[in-house]
């Protein structure tokens, strides 16, 4: 099966690349993560992506731009339910990317991460999948967590220490100094 794999990162295509590979599909990476900031972060995880898929032979396709704009305008009306705005944004494109490469299904990486609300990603996915009928391909990639985890330190991989956006660098640093901003 050609399946389009959101990617947020190089750290978390690890695990769901290669399990998608194994498994004997045909995997097309995406690119699309306007939630990022600042640009500097945004810049060093695109580069860092880009080297991890060339060393792997992972076919990779950036969004142009950069639309931190279109995030912000999306997800800050939503307050605590603004991951589910995020999640929707990204899926969006994907499965709009998928549909125009002639894939049969989209996934994301997303659904690796400890750190990321798996219900809404999945639930996201779905409801996206019925709507533009494009297949939502589901895998717990969670399994592979720590596997990912060293197989990117071994790597030398950047690592980032937050999911990208500035509400999650806000409360990452509120958690560490005990301050609220």
């Known amino acids: ?58 076919e990779i396709r950036f969004a142009e731009g950069y639309d931190l704009e279109v995030f912000l305008v999306r997800t800050r009306p939503w307050g605590p339910e603004r991951c589910r705005a995020c999640y929707r944004l990204r899926l969006e494109a994907a499965a709009r990317e998928a549909l125009g490469r002639s894939c049969e299904a989209f996934s994301t990486t997303l659904l690796y991460s400890r750190y990321q609300k798996h219900d809404w ?36 991989l950047y690592r980032q220490p937050y999911c990208g956006c500035i509400f999650s660098e806000r409360e990452r640093y509120e958690r560490r100094t005990g301050k609220t901003v």
């Not at 295509?13 to 995997?27: C, D, E, N, W, Y």
């Not at 945004?42 to 992506?49: A, G, H, M, N, S």
């Not at 409801?127 to 197989?151: A, C, H, K, L, N």
């Open 121 to 156: 990603i999945r639930e996201t996915g779905e409801e996206i999948s019925r709507r533009t009928g494009m297949p939502f391909f589901y895998v717990d990639f969670r399994v592979g967590w720590q596997e990912g985890v060293d197989e990117s330190r071994a790597l030398g």
């Open 1 to 58: 099966m050609r399946i389009l794999l959101h990617t947020c990162c190089a750290p978390c295509t690890i695990v769901p690349f290669k399990i998608l590979r194994q498994a004997g599909h045909q995997v097309t990476g995406y690119f699309y993560n306007p939630n990022i900031h600042p640009f500097r972060e945004f810049e060093k995880r695109q580069t860092t992506l880009r080297e991890y898929a060339r060393s792997v032979g992972l």
